[in-house]
Nanobody, 117 residues
């Protein structure tokens, strides 16, 4: 089984930056696709970013967010720059074998990112 633990969330001003981290259990981390989703209050969960051999982003975060991973540390990161109030959400990391199945894979408990105006 894979266990994911997110951290790094917290209040940030619009225009500021945060770096989220997600630590995964197991020694097969490098074989998993990793990604990030978010859910704003009253809204559906939405895709943010994912990484296999390439990086993929939602249009709303392109050129502002960067996903990366350190396989030696079993950790995936989400660097968030130029944050906007509309980025306010609970951010979840996810892991699965493929990007198409990522949403139905393993999930962390989430970390809150409130962005103030």
């Amino acid at each position: 089984q894979v266990q994911l633990v997110e951290s790094g969330g917290g209040l940030v001003q619009a225009g500021g930056s945060l770096r989220l981290s997600c630590v995964a259990s197991g020694r097969t981390f490098s074989t998993y696709v990793m990604g990030w989703f978010r859910q704003a209050p009253g809204k559906e969960r939405e895709f943010v970013a994912a990484a296999d051999g390439s990086q993929y982003y939602a249009d709303s975060v392109k050129d502002r967010f960067t996903i990366s991973r350190d396989n030696a540390k079993n950790t995936v990161y989400l660097q968030m720059n130029s944050l906007k109030p509309e980025d306010t959400a609970v951010y979840y990391c996810a892991a699965d074998w493929t990007i198409p199945t990522l949403e139905s894979g393993y999930w962390g408990q989430g970390t809150q990112v409130p962005v103030s105006s």
